[in-house]
């Protein structure tokens, strides 16, 4: 029995009067590619800073492959290998797309401090080899900001994947893409995924996409887990289609 | 250490000394109102930093010393010099958002403070030139003149007339903001800025005569001091800092925090003064700084 | 010409131009140096790292004080203090500029401007107030180097032996791997914290380097001048880097090193005609941010593209 590559316990969160998360309890498996659904003001967002450091819990502890991680901060978990994608795509906009990884790759090398040689030739080759890997090799020299939506996406991506995590937590990583690019995103960080090993979190509301890839569905509902499982197990819950009265449910074939 | 401590607070054993630095705190304070509630509000609304609030004050006391000089004298002559003042640096306000002010809104932030910054320097020099590098001065009012005497303590009626004007002032202002529509808006806009326009709200002119208010306040503060204090070069430098301590302390975008703090800060100045004359600057910007770390958003200002 | 053509003519230009100059330009060609390593350092901070500071003349002043107490207070030969002087200013500057930072840089934006004035205003009163180590109100003068150096152009190639290498070590730093993470922090500092740098650190080490710099220019241009005064720290004395920054631009690396020079000649001529000289910077202001936003060299780039 193979210990969670990430356990969450008890994760709670309060902004004034409202309390976000509500006591979340999560265990994600060695390459678990798992899907994290509820709709708008569930907590998603909220789980993955907290999670991550850049908001304090309130109360429960994040364990990183055993390793209490709760409440630090996100460039401490990013060293432990630990990469995070934003719902509003963030990259550094006025880099070009190689500087944008090479800055990753120095970072993931420690190497941010060093303050005498030139960093131009740095990771050159390795920056490359990542725009190629998500399909950016051509958009090497432009400057970040001046990208289409789906291409800064795909840069996230290779900035994530810059630092050799083992862990990749990707908020609404389709966003804003129509129906077709959605499905090849998604697809594109899967088949990566699987190559490199990574254990995967994402969060997402267009349930095509999550049938397509997902291989456990954790279902979140005003802060806490309602529901979890295989994607046929909880499609199946009276609780989750409760919850989802109303809205489309697309299902695969 | 004992001797120490009894010959800075020697003064704290005699209730009528207390007590006049208590009313003259509370004098500065008002005044120091008067210019803090201007720049709280354009900052609360327009999100700039009007350094240039100093020389809107001294602008305004320039304005009401000519208006005085040059009438036959006489308290209506007072009057007129307070409304002159209040009135012209309404108007120049709204020039100034209107004409400059406005061009920025959307550029970085070192031009903003540029902005503030050259009008600094430019309307000090404008004030030279059109009222010459001495210092001016102009008299108490006759009818405000002497002082007041109740329990063994003397106090220039004048600095009472300022805590009376003071207090009107701030009354007006709360009027305004919780009672007209203008009001709401202003308080809405130092919330969610976003949100006005999205409720139709005209925010150019909103800004405007934000903007003007806020130049109109400081211009009424310059004309009340006019009679007490040095009015020349560099006062639009000096007066700022204290108003600047003031909203940090009181809250950015705050009048309630302004009130608070100016009266915090006018009434400690007066018993600094006191017990330790060499520090009381010091240990002004201490607090500043000690406020920024601990609680950046001051007693009433809104949390980031 | 290319940029390589440029920097020689502008290395053969500060050579050998002190030559031809009479002595009142060599000491305005020194203030040029001090200046533009004042402003090129803190321009690494605004330009590439986007923090506004409201308080970098602190370290300016820190350092040109460090300077006149060295020389004058510190009870030490002439030469060995003069020997030190470089050291200790940017020593004393960094001080300044660790503290300031550490408070300053855990808040962003507009608090972190605001402590950095109310840091700036506290060194005010305290050069105002310790009249023993500062002269008060009435600063420090008679500061001059010793010996030899006293003649201004040997002063001038002195300044020339620091600001030159200082500027390189600058120009070395951005264009270091700690010089990308700057412009990254600049751009997007949430995504770098996630990429694993600890965002804090980075600005409180550039902080304290500019700081340090700006010491340094401090401590050059006090000795040239010739005092010391507590209006060196004073609020409106903050405008003078960024100034000088987006007078020459502040997108490229040596533009506000152009602005300074631009700045410190238009003072001289200027205030050697009037007095008038804030409404005659107030109007450059002016006409920068409204109608010049991207400096000199913004406008050069503009008429070659």
């Given at each position: 029995?193979?210990?969670?590559?990430?356990?969450?316990?008890?994760?709670?969160?309060?902004?004034?009067?409202?309390?976000?998360?509500?006591?979340?309890?999560?265990?994600?498996?060695?390459?678990?590619?798992?899907?994290?659904?509820?709709?708008?003001?569930?907590?998603?967002?909220?789980?993955?800073?907290?999670?991550?450091?850049?908001?304090?819990?309130?109360?429960?502890?994040?364990?990183?492959?055993?390793?209490?991680?709760?409440?630090?901060?996100?460039?401490?978990?990013?060293?432990?290998?630990?990469?995070?994608?934003?719902?509003?795509?963030?990259?550094?906009?006025?880099?070009?797309?190689?500087?944008?990884?090479?800055?990753?790759?120095?970072?993931?090398?420690?190497?941010?401090?060093?303050?005498?040689?030139?960093?131009?030739?740095?990771?050159?080759?390795?920056?490359?080899?990542?725009?190629?890997?998500?399909?950016?090799?051509?958009?090497?020299?432009?400057?970040?900001?001046?990208?289409?939506?789906?291409?800064?996406?795909?840069?996230?991506?290779?900035?994530?994947?810059?630092?050799?995590?083992?862990?990749?937590?990707?908020?609404?990583?389709?966003?804003?893409?129509?129906?077709?690019?959605?499905?090849?995103?998604?697809?594109?960080?899967?088949?990566?995924?699987?190559?490199?090993?990574?254990?995967?979190?994402?969060?997402?509301?267009?349930?095509?996409?999550?049938?397509?890839?997902?291989?456990?569905?954790?279902?979140?509902?005003?802060?806490?887990?309602?529901?979890?499982?295989?994607?046929?197990?909880?499609?199946?819950?009276?609780?989750?289609?409760?919850?989802?009265?109303?809205?489309?449910?697309?299902?695969?074939? | 250490?004992?001797?120490?401590?009894?010959?800075?607070?020697?003064?704290?054993?005699?209730?009528?000394?207390?007590?006049?630095?208590?009313?003259?705190?509370?004098?500065?304070?008002?005044?120091?109102?008067?210019?803090?509630?201007?720049?709280?509000?354009?900052?609360?609304?327009?999100?700039?930093?009007?350094?240039?609030?100093?020389?809107?004050?001294?602008?305004?006391?320039?304005?009401?010393?000519?208006?005085?000089?040059?009438?036959?004298?006489?308290?209506?002559?007072?009057?007129?010099?307070?409304?002159?003042?209040?009135?012209?640096?309404?108007?120049?306000?709204?020039?100034?958002?209107?004409?400059?002010?406005?061009?920025?809104?959307?550029?970085?932030?070192?031009?903003?403070?540029?902005?503030?910054?050259?009008?600094?320097?430019?309307?000090?020099?404008?004030?030279?030139?059109?009222?010459?590098?001495?210092?001016?001065?102009?008299?108490?009012?006759?009818?405000?003149?002497?002082?007041?005497?109740?329990?063994?303590?003397?106090?220039?009626?004048?600095?009472?007339?300022?805590?009376?004007?003071?207090?009107?002032?701030?009354?007006?202002?709360?009027?305004?903001?919780?009672?007209?529509?203008?009001?709401?808006?202003?308080?809405?806009?130092?919330?969610?800025?976003?949100?006005?326009?999205?409720?139709?709200?005209?925010?150019?002119?909103?800004?405007?005569?934000?903007?003007?208010?806020?130049?109109?306040?400081?211009?009424?503060?310059?004309?009340?001091?006019?009679?007490?204090?040095?009015?020349?070069?560099?006062?639009?430098?000096?007066?700022?800092?204290?108003?600047?301590?003031?909203?940090?302390?009181?809250?950015?975008?705050?009048?309630?925090?302004?009130?608070?703090?100016?009266?915090?800060?006018?009434?400690?100045?007066?018993?600094?003064?006191?017990?330790?004359?060499?520090?009381?600057?010091?240990?002004?910007?201490?607090?500043?700084?000690?406020?920024?770390?601990?609680?950046?958003?001051?007693?009433?200002?809104?949390?980031? | 010409?290319?940029?390589?053509?440029?920097?020689?003519?502008?290395?053969?230009?500060?050579?050998?131009?002190?030559?031809?100059?009479?002595?009142?330009?060599?000491?305005?060609?020194?203030?040029v140096l001090a200046f533009a390593l004042y402003a090129v350092s803190f321009n690494v901070l605004l330009g590439y790292g986007g923090m506004l500071s409201f308080g970098h003349a602190a370290f300016f002043g820190?350092?040109?004080?460090?300077?006149?107490?060295?020389?004058?207070?510190?009870?030490?030969?002439?030469?060995?203090?003069?020997?030190?002087?470089?050291?200790?200013?940017?020593?004393?500057?960094?001080?300044?500029?660790?503290?300031?930072?550490?408070?300053?840089?855990?808040?962003?934006?507009?608090?972190?401007?605001?402590?950095?004035?109310?840091?700036?205003?506290?060194?005010?009163?305290?050069?105002?107030?310790?009249?023993?180590?500062?002269?008060?109100?009435?600063?420090?003068?008679?500061?001059?180097?010793?010996?030899?150096?006293?003649?201004?152009?040997?002063?001038?190639?002195?300044?020339?032996?620091?600001?030159?290498?200082?500027?390189?070590?600058?120009?070395?730093?951005?264009?270091?791997?700690?010089?990308?993470?700057?412009?990254?922090?600049?751009?997007?500092?949430?995504?770098?914290?996630?990429?694993?740098?600890?965002?804090?650190?980075?600005?409180?080490?550039?902080?304290?380097?500019?700081?340090?710099?700006?010491?340094?220019?401090?401590?050059?241009?006090?000795?040239?001048?010739?005092?010391?005064?507590?209006?060196?720290?004073?609020?409106?004395?903050?405008?003078?880097?960024?100034?000088?920054?987006?007078?020459?631009?502040?997108?490229?690396?040596?533009?506000?090193?152009?602005?300074?020079?631009?700045?410190?000649?238009?003072?001289?001529?200027?205030?050697?005609?009037?007095?008038?000289?804030?409404?005659?910077?107030?109007?450059?202001?002016?006409?920068?941010?409204?109608?010049?936003?991207?400096?000199?060299?913004?406008?050069?780039?503009?008429?070659?593209?």
């Amino acid at each position: 029995m193979s210990s969670p590559i990430l356990r969450i316990q008890g994760l709670a969160k309060r902004f004034g009067g409202l309390q976000a998360l509500g006591g979340v309890d999560l265990a994600l498996e060695r390459g678990e590619f798992r899907a994290i659904i509820g709709p708008n003001g569930a907590g998603k967002s909220t789980l993955f800073n907290t999670m991550t450091g850049l908001l304090q819990p309130d109360a429960g502890r994040v364990f990183l492959e055993q390793q209490d991680v709760t409440g630090k901060p996100p460039h401490v978990l990013a060293r432990m290998g630990v990469a995070r994608t934003f719902q509003i795509t963030s990259v550094f906009h006025d880099l070009t797309s190689l500087e944008n990884v090479q800055v990753s790759l120095l970072a993931h090398a420690r190497g941010t401090w060093s303050a005498w040689p030139r960093a131009r030739t740095q990771h050159v080759s390795r920056a490359r080899e990542l725009l190629e890997l998500v399909g950016l090799g051509g958009s090497a020299e432009r400057k970040a900001g001046t990208l289409s939506h789906g291409d800064q996406k795909r840069l996230e991506l290779a900035i994530a994947l810059a630092g050799e995590p083992r862990l990749l937590l990707l908020d609404e990583p389709t966003a804003g893409m129509a129906a077709q690019e959605r499905l090849e995103s998604i697809r594109l960080v899967h088949r990566l995924a699987g190559r490199l090993g990574l254990s995967c979190l994402f969060t997402e509301h267009d349930m095509a996409v999550v049938f397509a890839v997902a291989t456990r569905i954790t279902v979140m509902h005003q802060g806490k887990v309602l529901a979890e499982g295989t994607p046929a197990e909880v499609r199946a819950r009276p609780e989750v289609q409760q919850v989802y009265l109303g809205e489309q449910v697309k299902v695969a074939a | 250490m004992i001797e120490l401590l009894s010959q800075h607070f020697s003064w704290a054993q005699n209730p009528v000394v207390v007590a006049r630095q208590v009313l003259a705190g509370v004098s500065n304070g008002m005044l120091l109102f008067l210019i803090s509630a201007g720049l709280s509000l354009i900052f609360g609304v327009l999100r700039i930093i009007n350094f240039a609030h100093g020389a809107l004050f001294m602008l305004g006391a320039l304005v009401a010393v000519s208006v005085l000089t040059l009438s036959p004298g006489g308290g209506w002559a007072y009057v007129g010099a307070l409304g002159a003042a209040t009135a012209a640096l309404a108007a120049f306000g709204a020039v100034v958002e209107a004409g400059l002010l406005r061009r920025i809104y959307r550029a970085p932030h070192e031009f903003q403070l540029l902005l503030t910054f050259a009008l600094v320097f430019v309307l000090g020099d404008v004030a030279k030139l059109l009222w010459g590098r001495e210092d001016h001065s102009t008299s108490v009012p006759a009818a405000l003149d002497g002082s007041m005497r109740a329990f063994g303590l003397t106090f220039p009626s004048y600095r009472l007339f300022l805590i009376g004007a003071g207090v009107a002032v701030a009354l007006g202002l709360w009027l305004v903001l919780h009672r007209t529509r203008w009001g709401i808006f202003v308080r809405a806009a130092t919330m969610d800025r976003g949100m006005l326009s999205a409720l139709g709200v005209n925010t150019r002119l909103l800004f405007t005569s934000v903007f003007a208010a806020g130049a109109a306040l400081a211009g009424l503060g310059g004309a009340l001091a006019a009679p007490i204090v040095a009015v020349g070069p560099g006062l639009h430098v000096q007066v700022i800092i204290d108003a600047f301590v003031v909203v940090v302390i009181g809250g950015m975008g705050s009048v309630m925090g302004a009130l608070v703090a100016s009266l915090l800060v006018g009434i400690v100045n007066a018993f600094g003064l006191l017990a330790f004359p060499g520090l009381a600057v010091v240990l002004t910007f201490a607090v500043m700084a000690v406020v920024l770390i601990v609680r950046p958003h001051g007693l009433f200002g809104l949390p980031e | 010409m290319k940029p390589a053509g440029w920097l020689a003519l502008g290395a053969a230009a500060l050579l050998a131009l002190p030559l031809a100059l009479s002595e009142f330009w060599i000491f305005i060609a020194i203030e040029v140096l001090a200046f533009a390593l004042y402003a090129v350092s803190f321009n690494v901070l605004l330009g590439y790292g986007g923090m506004l500071s409201f308080g970098h003349a602190a370290f300016f002043g820190v350092g040109g004080y460090a300077a006149a107490i060295l020389m004058k207070k510190a009870g030490l030969p002439p030469g060995v203090a003069f020997a030190l002087l470089p050291l200790v200013a940017m020593a004393a500057a960094a001080v300044a500029a660790a503290v300031v930072g550490y408070f300053s840089v855990r808040r962003a934006g507009i608090y972190f401007a605001m402590l950095t004035f109310a840091f700036q205003m506290l060194l005010y009163a305290v050069a105002l107030k310790a009249t023993g180590l500062t002269g008060g109100d009435d600063g420090m003068t008679g500061l001059k180097p010793p010996g030899l150096l006293a003649a201004p152009l040997a002063y001038y190639y002195f300044a020339l032996a620091l600001v030159a290498p200082a500027l390189y070590v600058l120009h070395r730093l951005v264009s270091s791997p700690f010089g990308y993470a700057l412009r990254a922090l600049r751009a997007n500092p949430r995504r770098l914290q996630y990429s694993g740098v600890d965002v804090r650190a980075h600005q409180l080490a550039t902080f304290v380097v500019t700081g340090a710099f700006a010491g340094l220019a401090g401590g050059i241009f006090a000795l040239s001048s010739g005092n010391v005064f507590p209006g060196w720290l004073n609020w409106t004395a903050s405008a003078t880097p960024i100034v000088m920054a987006v007078l020459g631009g502040v997108h490229t690396f040596l533009g506000p090193a152009l602005g300074a020079a631009v700045y410190v000649v238009l003072e001289v001529l200027i205030s050697g005609r009037t007095e008038y000289w804030p409404l005659a910077m107030g109007s450059i202001i002016l006409v920068l941010v409204l109608l010049m936003p991207e400096g000199l060299t913004g406008l050069a780039k503009r008429r070659t593209a």
